[in-house]
């Protein structure tokens, strides 16, 4: 089955950089879609980042444009998300999701096509 695990979550100073990774295993193919959500306290999740896999396109949230990358390594079945000059409202449970190729577009993100959902890594930024 689809199981996306993320990792390398942590607690930081603001203006510093973490890099997530997403663990992407269960897909027939790779992904057309990579993404990146969020859920900070209290709010709803939202879509930050999106990769389209084939085109290395990539697209991002006003609030996060110029500061977060996100990057794919197919051959070993990993994405990423560096998040560098973080700032304390960047706090938040971070998620990786998948769409199938061929299952819809990437951008702007439409969280019933994403797939893979996992338990999320904590970014606390202060």
């Known amino acids: 089955h689809v199981q996306l695990v993320e990792s390398g979550g942590g607690s930081v100073q603001a203006g510093e950089s973490v890099r997530l990774s997403c663990a992407i295993s269960?897909?027939?193919?790779?992904?057309?879609?990579l993404g990146w959500y969020r859920q900070a306290p209290g709010k709803v999740r939202e879509g930050i980042a999106a990769l389209y896999t084939e085109s290395g396109r990539h697209f991002y949230t006003d609030s996060v444009e110029g500061r977060f990358t996100v990057s794919q390594d197919s051959a070993e079945n990993m994405a990423y998300l560096q998040m560098d000059n973080l700032k304390p409202e960047d706090t938040a449970t971070y998620f990786c999701?998948?769409?199938?190729?061929?299952?819809?577009?990437?951008?702007?993100?439409?969280?019933?096509?994403?797939?893979?959902w996992g338990q999320g890594t904590q970014v606390t930024v202060s």
């Open positions: 999701a998948a769409v199938p190729r061929g299952g819809g577009r990437c951008w702007p993100m439409l969280t019933p096509l994403y797939r893979g």
């Open positions: 269960g897909f027939d193919k790779w992904p057309g879609c």
